[in-house]
Every structure is written in structure tokens, then in C-alpha cells.
């Protein structure tokens, strides 16, 4: 479907209100009188007890209107919400917008309620937009069609052009007031989008990043319904994109579940979701639109790169250093050259790096002087792809000349960020200065920074990146072995054993331990000999996964008479209940582990870390969702904090990350082509001479016949 | 020294300003007209120029004034600098304030330049605060001792509780006129301190956390003069203590190193060392302001514990959910009570819980009433000990009644916390209002919740806590043993061998490996017959280190025959140049390692994390300033990521607390007792059914004449 069909929610060209009233105390005044600030379309109150309202003729019904009605805002009681639905339908209203509450969030029979609308809705071709929101106000427009008090837009929107989807209602209208009054940042579309009965965060969010008043779009997000979906909306997006997620703590998830009947999913496959699809993560509200600013700001070819700091302060400076390290952030060297020119107007006793601590210049030449000379001089440094300006506004004498640079930033295509102290009107004109002239401003320093970075991260991701890094799709040849082996596969409903899971493996080119089942112990040293010493014996039964604690593992077997022991110790243990499998005994450089499961939002998704009791201790693994690119794949082993020891630590061999994203490619593989397997855990991938093998696996399937 | 002593620069009753200036333009004027503004004292100008400034009579020099001077700030150029001392000295002036710069911080010249500063001071026994600062500004006092543009405190100073040291000057102008012109937060004390040749960071914090002007002190430090000193003033404290530390990361030390020729020290010693003397630490310098506003409003008594959020948006109840389990809080549960209470006025169809939702509540019975009456129900529960409260100034009639929830907050000793959005002016003044009833208020969610942790953690210190838990001293046979196998060991300068280094660390009874030097093979097989097989055969030799490398490490001994081959092997390999250690082999069921390091500027600290290449990879190590208390031990055990291993991983026994204290204890009475001993590594801390012992260890030695 279209995105551009939503457009009679967004540029509707009549609006009816159904629930409108004379009441000033009432929310159905509220919308009227919202309508009449800005909205330049026809209005048309509907209410079976009014004749007039705020100076509108009003409707009994929608069919009284006698005039096409785009968009239908209904606000009565919920009960009542079913047979104006079916009023719309038939009046021809191509959308409504339900901002009444007391459907799906008061349980039970509000979720029979809300089934009854979206059935509806989806009988009669009308989109639903709602319930249990506060609707949508457009800052560029001047549009607010929302219940919300009048009082609020009395000082005027702020026209901007960043949008916002916020699923709670409460806090859509409480940020943008809080934003609107602030006047330092302003908005284009606000979608509040309550219980999502019909549209939803990804569709909107495919209207948005093609909507030419939009530069980014941010998301506080209880849950997202259809994640893959929304994932491919993200990584087509030319716009930069911020999320907020709620609900990640197991305390907050609980929350979320009784809040919105939303699915959280697990914490680590969003982050991972969100940072394969290009999407900057927020941690907070404030920062969720701190960041969105500077993103909507940022020039499209903007190279991420060095940072040169330039400051009045040094304290800050270092402090400034510290914060671009944490967030893996180069501080650019300063070239020989860049230095010679900025040492021509510091005191000769003054050493010259970055950060520059320009005071002692400007006690020579002038602040305002001092800072454009070394802007002047920075700029041509090819070391250097981004600025951060220590600012001061009012009281120092810095007028900083803020139009030319802009125009310098723009020219050389190196953005300039701020970090900005001062006197509170004097700050708050340099900052809406600065911003209308494409230069973010921040009042803290951590959080310029943190924009800094969201900035240059942003500039490595986009459409291009996406075609250049397609997802690798299943192989013909791997497919067809896959679906050979499952076929061949018994029909259990629960973990298959590690041959019968490394086979599936194998299947998709997986590498596996030299391994074989053995039906005798003639058979088990016969093999041991082919194999070669030490090996491995262990027993296979149905069920039994403590193995380790069961004795059914037998490790170091150098000779004929320990593998003889082993094979019957290991015969007697399973008790005529399973079998015995003899593997080649390898000593890991490094132990990895990956694994498949599904997840309630995103669907297949590939999970890697370190094995042993680390990767549980520092939760350092990394999720992305199937099918990877290769990018994803490396990035994925990038992104994990023990990848030193992938590198070769400690005068091991480097892994081969080729083979190592292979395996990970492959894993989602298998979740997308097989739906019964639901879960894949490879716990140890050794590593040896840099190459990885499964050592051990257990593959998880459910019944076949669901 | 009494820190009463430098009332003359806190309260002089006369000033003399050297380098006082009619021209509007200089610094030497604004320090006339920022005295003018609120001192009461005499003011006395002295510059040979000019006979009057700005209405008072201006005096050649010191000795023309012809009254006693308390304090005297100087304003000329640094090479005229020493000459005014000398007058001021000869002058019977109590302290001086040099305000000017060109020291320290410009090279070799301003280095003697402040040396000679520094002499003149102490010969004269006049105190020295600067160079290279911007003075003293009182809040409460309303009084600016300071060089800075008069045209920023036109609006007058705001009066706080909190009092600030800022090393880096032209920040602490930044900071305060920022902090100022916001009106949401007043200050105290602001002092710059600049080169701090003489008056420093921890005289200054030992004078503020006994002002009575003062309940809360922060610090924005580059680096720490006098470590130990400084936490000895901290751990006395009754006051909240806030520090942002400069200087963190690589390259940020390196910016410090040319900024005030401060030494950075170890961020993680520094760390530690805060954290020991209950000091919270600061990230950012705004930040480091809203913590210190929050616990400067807390009462002394507030017990930490579980947490009650109450939100008008579901939404942000989940977020703060989230960010008080990133913090390790607890966020409260209910009682059955507390929830049949809450109940009584919610709809049916809502599931009360905490976070508590109150919108639809508030539908029923309002805005404010809803909020009323879930404060009440929830301050009476046990469960209970700080409240945050979500609130929206303007637009939603939600009055909340301040003073009666400060009135009830202040009965039953919970606090409480804001998150407040709203529109701009309502929301300064709500803001204002609350804090001014002792109740912070934070725009940002997630610095609410910093907030409220920092107090929260704050309960748990203070001289009580300090009385309770007293450094161990060393046991007197402690050290005279520690000092006879010092006396006995080799002259090295470098590191001991393992066997000598294990001696130093079982004079102070940490337990080591059961080991002996053999002479020959016989010798080792007795040896080993003795402490039982396996055993480990060391071949020792001064400057060899890479013993793995070198194959002088001879593992898995089961045998005669095995140790006969070894011990040959060694001996050739040692090449007549060392000798064999025989070890009883021991499976470590966790590996730690434990340390002892001299910090510049905290002296002997104890470090500890856990073994492998994991606490290298994950940086997971915690380190205390010596003596440790028992709790610092403990915390410091408590303190790693890793701490699980220690709880009993993986069904291995718990390790023994007490007994792993100790070694930590004994470690800093060594640092403490032996100054010849640099540095100390064991590495592993073997844990044996949960017994702690050193397994390898290195003391390193300086040059006993040193």
C-alpha cells in the first residue's frame, strides 16, 4: 500500500467532528477550536444536540453533512465508537481518527470494542487511525487536531522538521508542549498513535521519510507490531531515524505489558535490530529529540572523521577529549602545517593541540578573532571532518560571527557542533541563531558530543549503503540440502541431538568437528586411528543434556585401552537408550558462541558472543536479525566488547572473519527457510589456526505438524 | 593548620586590589566596581597611576594605605608579581590573591616565576591563592572577588547551598554565570583556584564542608595535589561531596599534562579512591550541578530502598523503571494494602502497580487529586523510601499542592524527586517553587534518576559510617615481620623472584602455594613425595619473566620419572644461572588477580579483579587507596562485574569473603610499611574450595638507597 494514501489524515481538505461541543471544559471543544487556529479546510461539527458550535453549523450525523469528508476525528464515549465508525463508512469518510479512550487498554471487553472498530474499518476500506491517542499536530502547517487544551499552542507552534511517532498519548502531548514553549527546537509532524489499531509506527513511518517537511524522524516506541517490516522501511530511509524504546528492564517490560498490551522483546535483538537497520538509539526523551535536531541538521555527504575541539576552556577541552574517546571518536592530530598557522597568533610559550584551548590567544588578538582564525585554520586541516565549538554567550565579548561559519562549515562540508554556556536570553538567541543556520547547539557537553557522534554514524549508513550491502539471500544449493536433511530429520518436538543438530549444520556449509556415531567399540577405535589421537567419546540419548554431570562425556582418550573403557562406561550409563558418537578431540584457541532464535518482533535472529562464563557475566554478545549482509555480519563481530580476542590476543592466530561471517550468514538461514527449527545454539564454535568449528550444538525444533 | 585560617579570603574586612584601574575596559577595573557592588569593608585601590578610581582614593602602594589589609588581589603582570608580594608582606597582609597569569602555565619562565611566588609567600608566612584564577564569588555573601565583566552580575547573584572549587578558571566564570542566569540553581562559594601554588583544592574543601553556608561541595578537578590528605578531608565529611575529574581518557590526560602541568593519575585508582571516600563522581559539568543541588537538598537521615515512581504517562513509568534498574535500585513493590487503597480510586479495568499509571485515575477524580491521594497511600508504605514524581507544569491543571507534599515528604523522611515537563515559564517557576521546598526538580528523566541514586548512595556514608569502618592499621607483629624478611631480602632493584616474593607476602600472612627451593633431584623427589603429586617444577632466574616462554615452567608432575626428566630439563635451561622451585600442583576452580601499584597522587593502592585475559578485556578491575577497612574490601569485591564468580558460579563453593579481605587488607600494609616495594602482582589468587592463595607472584623493589 502507498504511503501517499495516508495523506488524508495529514492534508485532509474537510475534517468532521464527531463528539464536538459548546463545552470549553470539554476535549470536543477543544478539537474545534484547535481546528479554527490554523486549519483552512471545512469544518464540520457533528452532535445530534447542537445546531452550532464556536460558530460552525452543526451535524446531527455524517450523512447530514451533504459535503465529501475526508477525515472523521471521533471523540465520545468508547461505546459509542462502533456506530459512528459505521456512520463514516457510510458517509464515505476515507479516515478516522480515534481519540477517545477505554478500548484495548482497559481490557477485556475494550478489546472486544476495539476488534469490533478495526473489523469495521477493514470491511468499509477506511483507515483507522488511533484509539486512545492524542491525534496529530503539524508545527509547519499549523495544524492541531487533537483534544488537547487551547491554552497550550496559544504562543504558536514552532515550525520544524523533525516529526515524531510517540505511541503514549500523555507524553506526546507533554513533549511537545515542553518542547514547543522551550523554542530552542521545533517540529513538523507529531503523530501520537495510542493503540495502533490499524495504522501504525511503520507505516507512518513510511510516510514520513518521504514527507519533503520532514529532515528526520524520532519514535518513542512501547513496542514495535511488525518488526521486519519496520526494519526495511528504516534501511530505505534517506532520513535519519532516532527510536526510543521503553520497556527494557524486566521491571519495565512488565510495565509495558500492562500499559499498551505491547511486546517488548528481548532488550538485545531491538539493539541489534535498530543498529543493522541505520537507526540511532535513544536513551531518553530529552535526548531522543537532542539528537533527532542535530540529525535533521546534518548535511547528507557528511564524512565521519577526526574532531577538532576548540575551546576557552582547557578544563572543558580535556573533558571534551575524554567524551570523543568513550565514543570511539578520533581527536584529530592537528597537521604541521595546521599547527605552524595557529602558533602565528598563540603566545610563543603556548604548545598548540587539539583540543585548542584558545584563551591565551584570545588574550593577544581578541576572542572573536581567535576563534575565526582558528575555525579559518582548522577547517583546512584534511585531518579534521568535524568541529566542536566551545561557546559563551554574553558577558565575554564573543560574538562569534556565526553567519560565516556556517558558511564555512558549509563550504567545506565539516560540520560545526556547539557546546554553549552563558546568560540565559544571550544563550538562548545564540542558540536559535546557530540552529536556523544548520549548526546544532547544546547546552551540555556530554550531549554534544553524543549528537557529534550520532551524526558521523549516520554518515556511513543510507540507501547506498544498503544496495552496496545487500543481505545475502539463501543459496539454491543450500537450501535444497537443508530442506534434504530436515526431511530426513526424526520428528521430534524439542532439541535434536548434537549429530543430528551438527548435521542441519553441516547442510549450510557450517564446518563441524570430524565426528561419527559408532556402533561397537571396534567400530569406536577404528575410527579413533582415522581420526587421530586424542579423541572423543559421547553419549546420545533423548533428553539427557547435562551430559557433562551425567558422565557422559569422556575427554583425552590417548590409546586403545581408554577408548575401550570409555565405550563401555558409556553403554552402561545410557542404558540401552541411545548411542555413541566419537569426535576428534581439538584444543580452541578461542571459544565462540553463536545461535539462532526467534524473536516475537523481528522473527529469525542470529546471536554471537564469547563462549564460557563471560559472554553471560559481561552479557557481551551481539544480535542481528536474518538474512545478514556480510556487513552485518562483520559488524556484528565488531561490535562485541571481547574482540581483541578475534584478533589473534595473546600471539593467537587472527580469526578468519570471512569464514566466521559465513557461519553467521548460514545460521539465519535456517531460521528464514526452516520454520521448525526455533532456536540453534553452536556452544563452543572452537577457533583453531583462526578457523571456526562447531565443536558442540544443539538444534531445537517444534512439533512438524503445527 | 585550622582551616578557620583562611577566613581572610572568605570574609576579609579590608581589601587592597594591586593593579586597580579607572578604565572600564581592564580587570583592574571590574575588580574595583565588582567590590563596590556588595563588599562592605574597605576597599582600597592601590596602583602608582592614578590617585582616585571610581571614587575612592587609590594609593601608590601596600605601605601608603596606612591600615590593616586582610587580603589583597593582585592584578598586574606576572613579572611584576613577586615585587607586589614583597609590599604585601612587608604590609602584614593576611592572604593574596594573585589573579593574574602568566605562571606555570606558560613554561619554564612562569614555572620559576611562581617558585619565587611560592618563597616569598612562605617566608613571610602570608597565604597564597592563585595564580592564574579568577578569585571568589559568594553567592550568599553577594559578594564578587573577581576581575570578570561586571555587566554579569547585573542581575544580581542567586543565593544557593551549594559551593564549588573550579581549577580550570575560565570555566568556573563559564559555570557560574550559566548556573546564574538560569535561576533554578544558587551557589554559595565559588572559588577558582587556578595554579594553586599555596591554598588548594583540599584546604579549600576542608574549610567548605564546615562552612554553615555551605551543604553540599563539587569540585571540577584536573588533578588531585594531595591524594591521601584530600580523602582523609572527604571521609570526615558530613557534607555531600560531588567531583568531575578532567583528564580521563589517553589523550585527554595528555591535553591536562599541557594545561596546568597537572598530573592525571589513573582514572581507575581515582575512581576507587572517590568511591572509598564516599565521593560521587561527577560525568559532566552540568551534571555534576544537578547531582550536588539534589544532595545538598537531602536530609541527612534518608534511608536508601525501594522506589515509588508515580507518571502521567505509562510510558515514561516504564522508561524510569528502566533507568532505576540500570542503577541497581529497586523499584518498589506495593503492599496489598497500599494497592486496595490505590484501587479505591482507580478504574476498575486497571491493574495497579509501580510504576503507578495515574491518568486513569485522573480521569475519574482529577488531576490533582489523583496525585494527592496516591502520595498519601504511597508514603505509607513500608516498602517505600522515595517517591519520584513525574508532573507537567501549565496546560493540564495538574496543581500539584507543593508545600503539602514537602510537608509530608519531610514527616515520614521520604524524599521527593521530580521529572517535570510543562511549558517554559510555568515550568521555572513550579520548578523554583519546589526546590525552594526542598523537593529537586529535573527536566531529563534518566538525571531525575541520577539524582535521586546519588542521594540515595550518600545515605550509606558519612563520619558514622567511617567510625563503623576504620582503616585495618597494621597488626605491630605484622609489620615487624614484614620488616625482618624485608631486612633478609635480596638488594634487587626490580622484581624478586617467586620465591622471594612469596616470602614478603607470608610475613603478612597471605596464603601462598605450598612450595620449596630444591637443590638437586633427589631433593625435589622427596619433595614431592611429601607434598603429593601432581607438582610443578619452576626454574627461577633473575630478569627471566616470559617463563612459559622460556620453558621454565614444568606442569602436570605425576611421577618419579617425570620429575627426574624436568629437573634435568630446568637446570639446562637455567644454565647454572638460578634454581628450581618444587610447587604442590593445585586446579583452581576461579582465578583472581590481586596488586599493589603507587598512585601519583593517592600513594599505595590495592587492586583487584579476576584472572585470565578477561579483566585485561572487559577492564573489569576495582582499586582502593591503603589501609583498607573491612568494607572497603568487601565493597571493592562487590564491585566488579565479574562478582558472580565469586558468589559460587557454576556450582562451585562460595569464596570465603573474610579470608579474600585479608589478602586485600595486607597488600596496602605493605604499600603502607615497606616504601622500597613499588609494585606487587599476584597473579593468579588461586580460589580453592573457596579459599583464597597466591599461586605466582612479583614484588618489584626500587633501589634500597633511593
Given at each position: 500500500?502507498?504511503?501517499?494514501?495516508?495523506?488524508?489524515?495529514?492534508e485532509?481538505?474537510?475534517?468532521?467532528?464527531?463528539?464536538?461541543?459548546?463545552?470549553?471544559?470539554?476535549?470536543?471543544?477543544?478539537?474545534?477550536?484547535?481546528?479554527?487556529?490554523?486549519?483552512?479546510?471545512?469544518?464540520?461539527?457533528?452532535?445530534?444536540?447542537?445546531?452550532?458550535?464556536?460558530?460552525?453549523?452543526?451535524?446531527?450525523?455524517?450523512a447530514h453533512?451533504?459535503?465529501?469528508?475526508?477525515?472523521?476525528?471521533v471523540?465520545?464515549?468508547?461505546?459509542?465508537?462502533?456506530?459512528?465508525?459505521?456512520?463514516?463508512?457510510?458517509?464515505?469518510?476515507k479516515?478516522?481518527?480515534?481519540?477517545?479512550?477505554?478500548?484495548?487498554e482497559?481490557?477485556?471487553?475494550?478489546?472486544?470494542?476495539?476488534?469490533?472498530?478495526?473489523?469495521?474499518s477493514?470491511?468499509?476500506?477506511?483507515?483507522?487511525?488511533?484509539?486512545?491517542?492524542?491525534?496529530?499536530?503539524?508545527?509547519?502547517?499549523?495544524?492541531?487536531?487533537?483534544?488537547?487544551?487551547?491554552?497550550?499552542?496559544?504562543?504558536?507552534?514552532?515550525p520544524?522538521?523533525?516529526?515524531?511517532?510517540?505511541?503514549?498519548?500523555?507524553?506526546?502531548?507533554?513533549?511537545?508542549?515542553?518542547?514547543?514553549?522551550?523554542?530552542?527546537?521545533?517540529?513538523?509532524?507529531?503523530?501520537?498513535?495510542?493503540?495502533k489499531?490499524?495504522?501504525?509506527?511503520?507505516?507512518?513511518l513510511?510516510?514520513?521519510?518521504?514527507?519533503?517537511?520532514?529532515?528526520?524522524?524520532?519514535?518513542?516506541?512501547?513496542?514495535?507490531?511488525?518488526?521486519?517490516?519496520?526494519?526495511?522501511?528504516?534501511?530505505?530511509?534517506?532520513?535519519?531515524?532516532?527510536?526510543?524504546?521503553?520497556?527494557?528492564?524486566?521491571?519495565?517490560?512488565?510495565a509495558?505489558?500492562?500499559?499498551?498490551?505491547?511486546?517488548?522483546?528481548?532488550?538485545?535483538?531491538?539493539?541489534?535490530?535498530?543498529i543493522?537497520?541505520?537507526?540511532?538509539?535513544?536513551?531518553?526523551?530529552?535526548?531522543?529529540m537532542?539528537?533527532?535536531?542535530?540529525?535533521?541538521?546534518?548535511?547528507?555527504?557528511?564524512?565521519?572523521?577526526?574532531?577538532?575541539?576548540?575551546?576557552f576552556?582547557?578544563?572543558?577541552?580535556?573533558?571534551?577529549?575524554?567524551?570523543?574517546?568513550?565514543?570511539?571518536?578520533?581527536?584529530?592530530?592537528?597537521?604541521?602545517?595546521?599547527?605552524?598557522?595557529?602558533?602565528?597568533?598563540?603566545?610563543?610559550?603556548?604548545?598548540?593541540?587539539?583540543?585548542?584551548?584558545?584563551?591565551?590567544?584570545?588574550?593577544?588578538?581578541?576572542?572573536?578573532?581567535?576563534?575565526?582564525?582558528?575555525?579559518?585554520v582548522?577547517?583546512?586541516?584534511?585531518?579534521?571532518?568535524?568541529?566542536?565549538?566551545?561557546?559563551?554567550?554574553?558577558?565575554f565579548?564573543?560574538?562569534l560571527?556565526?553567519?560565516?561559519?556556517?558558511?564555512?562549515?558549509?563550504?567545506?562540508?565539516?560540520?560545526?557542533?556547539?557546546?554553549?554556556l552563558?546568560?540565559?536570553?544571550?544563550?538562548m538567541?545564540?542558540?536559535?541563531r546557530?540552529?536556523?543556520?544548520?549548526m546544532?547547539?547544546?547546552?551540555?557537553?556530554?550531549?554534544?558530543?553524543?549528537?557529534?557522534?550520532?551524526?558521523?554514524?549516520?554518515?556511513?549508513?543510507?540507501?547506498?549503503?544498503?544496495?552496496?550491502?545487500?543481505?545475502?539471500?539463501?543459496?539454491?544449493?543450500?537450501?535444497?540440502?537443508?530442506?534434504?536433511?530436515?526431511?530426513?530429520?526424526?520428528?521430534?518436538?524439542?532439541?535434536?541431538?548434537?549429530?543430528?543438530?551438527?548435521?542441519?549444520?553441516?547442510?549450510?556449509?557450517?564446518?563441524?568437528?570430524?565426528?561419527?556415531?559408532?556402533?561397537?567399540?571396534?567400530?569406536?577405535?577404528?575410527?579413533?586411528?582415522?581420526?587421530?589421537?586424542?579423541?572423543?567419546?559421547?553419549?546420545?540419548?533423548?533428553?539427557?543434556?547435562?551430559?557433562?554431570?551425567?558422565?557422559?562425556?569422556?575427554?583425552?582418550?590417548?590409546?586403545?585401552?581408554q577408548i575401550?573403557?570409555?565405550?563401555?562406561?558409556l553403554?552402561?550409563?545410557?542404558?540401552?537408550?541411545?548411542?555413541?558418537?566419537?569426535?576428534?578431540?581439538?584444543?580452541?584457541d578461542?571459544?565462540?558462541?553463536?545461535?539462532?532464535?526467534?524473536?516475537?518482533q523481528?522473527?529469525?535472529?542470529?546471536?554471537?558472543?564469547?563462549?564460557?562464563?563471560?559472554?553471560?557475566?559481561?552479557e557481551?554478545?551481539?544480535?542481528?536479525?536474518?538474512?545478514l549482509?556480510?556487513?552485518?555480519?562483520?559488524?556484528?563481530?565488531d561490535?562485541?566488547r571481547?574482540?581483541?580476542?578475534?584478533?589473534?590476543?595473546?600471539?593467537?592466530?587472527?580469526?578468519?572473519?570471512?569464514?566466521?561471517?559465513?557461519?553467521?550468514?548460514?545460521?539465519?538461514?535456517?531460521?528464514?527457510e526452516?520454520?521448525r527449527?526455533?532456536?540453534?545454539?553452536?556452544?563452543?564454535?572452537?577457533?583453531?589456526?583462526?578457523?571456526p568449528?562447531?565443536?558442540?550444538a544443539?538444534?531445537?525444533?517444534?512439533?512438524?505438524?503445527?
Amino acid at each position: 500500500m502507498s504511503s501517499r494514501t495516508l495523506d488524508f489524515f495529514f492534508e485532509p481538505r474537510s475534517i468532521a467532528v464527531i463528539g464536538a461541543s459548546p463545552n470549553a471544559l470539554k476535549g470536543g471543544n477543544a478539537l474545534i477550536k484547535n481546528l479554527q487556529r490554523g486549519y483552512s479546510g471545512s469544518i464540520y461539527p457533528v452532535n445530534p444536540k447542537y445546531v452550532e458550535i464556536e460558530g460552525l453549523p452543526c451535524f446531527p450525523k455524517i450523512a447530514h453533512i451533504g459535503a465529501p469528508v475526508d477525515l472523521a476525528i471521533v471523540f465520545v464515549s468508547a461505546h459509542l465508537v462502533p456506530e459512528a465508525l459505521r456512520d463514516c463508512a457510510a458517509g464515505g469518510v476515507k479516515g478516522v481518527m480515534i481519540q477517545s479512550g477505554g478500548f484495548a487498554e482497559t481490557g477485556k471487553k475494550g478489546r472486544d470494542l476495539q476488534e469490533t472498530c478495526r473489523q469495521i474499518s477493514a470491511e468499509n476500506g477506511m483507515r483507522l487511525w488511533g484509539p486512545n491517542c492524542m491525534g496529530l499536530v503539524d508545527g509547519r502547517r499549523n495544524l492541531v487536531f487533537s483534544f488537547l487544551n487551547p491554552a497550550m499552542w496559544e504562543k504558536g507552534l514552532t515550525p520544524g522538521d523533525v516529526s515524531l511517532i510517540v505511541q503514549s498519548g500523555m507524553l506526546s502531548a507533554g513533549f511537545l508542549i515542553d518542547l514547543m514553549s522551550h523554542g530552542t527546537m521545533g517540529v513538523s509532524k507529531v503523530c501520537s498513535i495510542g493503540n495502533k489499531v490499524d495504522v501504525d509506527e511503520c507505516e507512518l513511518l513510511e510516510y514520513l521519510v518521504s514527507d519533503m517537511d520532514t529532515a528526520a524522524v524520532a519514535l518513542y516506541l512501547e513496542g514495535i507490531s511488525k518488526g521486519r517490516a519496520f526494519l526495511d522501511v528504516a534501511r530505505r530511509s534517506t532520513r535519519p531515524i532516532v527510536v526510543l524504546k521503553g520497556g527494557k528492564s524486566p521491571r519495565g517490560a512488565q510495565a509495558a505489558m500492562s500499559h499498551t498490551a505491547s511486546l517488548s522483546g528481548d532488550d538485545r535483538v531491538v539493539r541489534g535490530a535498530l543498529i543493522q537497520a541505520g537507526i540511532v538509539e535513544a536513551k531518553d526523551f530529552k535526548q531522543m529529540m537532542d539528537l533527532s535536531r542535530a540529525l535533521a541538521m546534518a548535511s547528507e555527504g557528511m564524512r565521519p572523521g577526526g574532531v577538532a575541539v576548540l575551546t576557552f576552556s582547557g578544563g572543558a577541552g580535556i573533558l571534551s577529549a575524554d567524551f570523543l574517546t568513550n565514543h570511539g571518536m578520533d581527536v584529530a592530530i592537528l597537521s604541521g602545517e595546521t599547527c605552524r598557522r595557529l602558533e602565528a597568533f598563540f603566545p610563543p610559550w603556548m604548545p598548540v593541540a587539539n583540543p585548542i584551548d584558545l584563551w591565551p590567544a584570545a588574550e593577544l588578538v581578541g576572542g572573536a578573532e581567535a576563534y575565526r582564525r582558528a575555525v579559518e585554520v582548522v577547517m583546512d586541516d584534511d585531518n579534521v571532518n568535524v568541529l566542536l565549538l566551545h561557546a559563551f554567550a554574553g558577558g565575554f565579548r564573543l560574538d562569534l560571527g556565526l553567519e560565516a561559519l556556517a558558511s564555512v562549515s558549509k563550504h567545506k562540508g565539516k560540520p560545526i557542533f556547539f557546546w554553549l554556556l552563558g546568560m540565559h536570553d544571550e544563550a538562548m538567541a545564540f542558540q536559535r541563531r546557530a540552529q536556523s543556520l544548520g549548526m546544532p547547539v547544546y547546552r551540555e557537553l556530554s550531549r554534544a558530543v553524543e549528537a557529534l557522534h550520532a551524526v558521523c554514524c549516520h554518515g556511513t549508513r543510507g540507501p547506498e549503503m544498503a544496495v552496496q550491502n545487500p543481505p545475502e539471500p539463501v543459496p539454491v544449493e543450500i537450501r535444497s540440502a537443508l530442506q534434504e536433511v530436515l526431511g530426513s530429520t526424526p520428528p521430534v518436538d524439542g532439541p535434536l541431538d548434537e549429530f543430528e543438530s551438527k548435521k542441519i549444520l553441516s547442510s549450510v556449509n557450517i564446518p563441524t568437528v570430524q565426528e561419527a556415531i559408532v556402533a561397537d567399540s571396534t567400530q569406536a577405535l577404528s575410527t579413533a586411528q582415522r581420526f587421530g589421537f586424542p579423541v572423543v567419546l559421547k553419549g546420545l540419548a533423548q533428553g539427557k543434556i547435562h551430559r557433562t554431570e551425567l558422565g557422559l562425556i569422556k575427554l583425552d582418550l590417548f590409546n586403545r585401552k581408554q577408548i575401550l573403557l570409555a565405550f563401555e562406561e558409556l553403554i552402561d550409563r545410557l542404558e540401552g537408550a541411545g548411542r555413541v558418537l566419537i569426535q576428534k578431540q581439538i584444543k580452541p584457541d578461542v571459544e565462540l558462541i553463536c545461535g539462532m532464535i526467534r524473536d516475537r518482533q523481528f522473527g529469525p535472529a542470529v546471536m554471537f558472543g564469547v563462549g564460557g562464563v563471560f559472554a553471560e557475566l559481561y552479557e557481551d554478545i551481539a544480535f542481528r536479525i536474518a538474512p545478514l549482509s556480510r556487513r552485518d555480519a562483520l559488524h556484528m563481530m565488531d561490535s562485541i566488547r571481547a574482540k581483541p580476542l578475534l584478533a589473534g590476543f595473546r600471539e593467537k592466530m587472527p580469526i578468519d572473519r570471512d569464514k566466521l561471517a559465513q557461519v553467521l550468514t548460514a545460521l539465519g538461514w535456517i531460521g528464514l527457510e526452516a520454520p521448525r527449527v526455533t532456536e540453534i545454539d553452536i556452544n563452543p564454535v572452537a577457533v583453531v589456526n583462526g578457523k571456526p568449528v562447531a565443536l558442540d550444538a544443539t538444534v531445537v525444533l517444534r512439533q512438524p505438524n503445527e
